[in-house]
């Protein structure tokens, strides 16, 4: 085989080496059958195994207690932006934001739609670089829910604590760091995540609900936009994104193995302060664009000086073999995204070339 890239891509990315070819093994002959698990009906008992086994798997991995629901749904967590107020928003009350970058910003822009908006906190004003102090947080006593992103995928800004909102639900999209650390499920409503950030691959929408929020959804929603139908019929009401949760079904047993959470948060850290070391002591040739308390351990955000050198450093890293280093296109900059499936080794390269592409052109 070739050598691997040193993959940053922000999403889809990074897949463990071991699971593509434990699904390379598996591709055409899925344990046996003599056809890939494409190949065979949702409600055959070997799809039916993949199926409750991913679900007990996140459910052991994450501790989700009993009365915790979890639905694998199409649409991407977009999808959620919009499910979310629809289902959850009853006459009279009004949904809460937290307002903390690209993505908070979209999912407040679907929840206008359906809903009369509180924002909760911004850090508009801080320009994104920080998450909002959320521990004088009051919401409205109509509040249907307060809505976080957990991790700014594009800022590079994530939760170190949750805020407390008493007996109002929480619901966190985890799109970029489900599973990069522990969790406590019980203090959340509602949690949501496309996959192919932390995952797998896209395709599917992890959602872990409190059972009493989902059990019933407004009257007039179409089927396929009720949490109802996807809870009663346990994600199977029409054809699951098959292959997607397969390949989640095998990551997940990768992060098992890997010793799980506290694991991967350790592993996380290691990998990260490798960079942030990097960009700390380079005296100003590297910025990072988070507030350090508020840095994010899957998305680095950094600058340069000007934006010649930063098209030089895109440059140079992309024939040394690096992938993903461009910031999103709505903000600039870099951004090194190291999911749980980075692995240590890649991590320590970027490190090498930062400092080389310094001691070059600083
Ligand atoms: C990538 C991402 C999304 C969008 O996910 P899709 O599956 O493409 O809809 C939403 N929220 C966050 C935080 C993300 O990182």
Known sequence: MNKRAYNFNAGPAALPLEV???AQEQFVDFQGIGMSIMEVSHRSKQYEQVHNETQALLKELLHIPDNYKIMFLQGGASSQFTMIPMNLVGEGQVSSYVHTGSWANKAIKEAKLFSDVHIA???KEQDFKEIPDLSALELPEQAAYLHITSNETIGGIQYQQFPQTGKVP???DMSSDILCRPLDVSKFGLIYAGAQKNLGPSGVTIVIAREDLVQESPANLPSMFRYDTHIDNNSLYNTPPVYSIYMVNLVLKW???KGGLAEMEQFNQEKTKLIYDVIDQSQGFYRGVAAPA???IMNLTFTMEN???EKQFIQESQEAGFVGLKGHRSVGGLRASTYNAVPYESCKALQQFMLDFQKKHG
Do not use: F, G, N, T
């Open 20 to 22: 593509l070819q434990q």
């Open 121 to 123: 906190a911004s850090s």
């Open 170 to 172: 929480l619901i966190a």
């Open 255 to 257: 992060v098992k193995e």
């Open 294 to 296: 508020d840095r994010s």
């Open 307 to 309: 934006e010649a050198l």
